[in-house]
């Protein structure tokens, strides 16, 4: 996004928090304050209960990481791979051009 998007939509953000503070405070104090408030209680608990029941998911169905032993075994297996094999020889097309920047 350029930053005329980026002011554009954070514009946009601003404005709509304001109308939803100004709407949410008319609904509490004019409308019926009881209902709006278990409302928004429900929500906000709903809210909480839902990333705690997404965190339990991901925690259920990630498989667990691999060992630190395990994976220091895999890399010396690979240290010692590339010691036994030797470096590529330089063909000799690239050594008759000059070196150039």
């Not at 503070?21 to 009881?34: A, E, K």
């Not at 278990?38 to 839902?50: C, D």
């Amino acid at each position: 996004m350029s930053l005329a998007k980026d002011q554009t939509l954070g514009a946009v953000i601003l404005v709509l928090s304001i109308v939803g503070i100004v709407l949410y405070g008319y609904l509490v104090f004019y409308w019926s304050p009881v209902i709006i408030l278990e409302l928004t209680a429900f929500i906000a608990v709903a809210g909480v209960l839902g990333i705690l029941a997404w965190i339990g998911y991901t925690l259920a169905t990630t498989p667990p990481p691999q060992p630190i032993e395990e994976i220091e075994k895999e890399l010396q297996e690979e240290a010692k791979k590339a010691e036994g094999q030797a470096p590529a020889a330089p063909t000799s097309a690239s050594t008759d051009k000059p070196a150039t920047k």
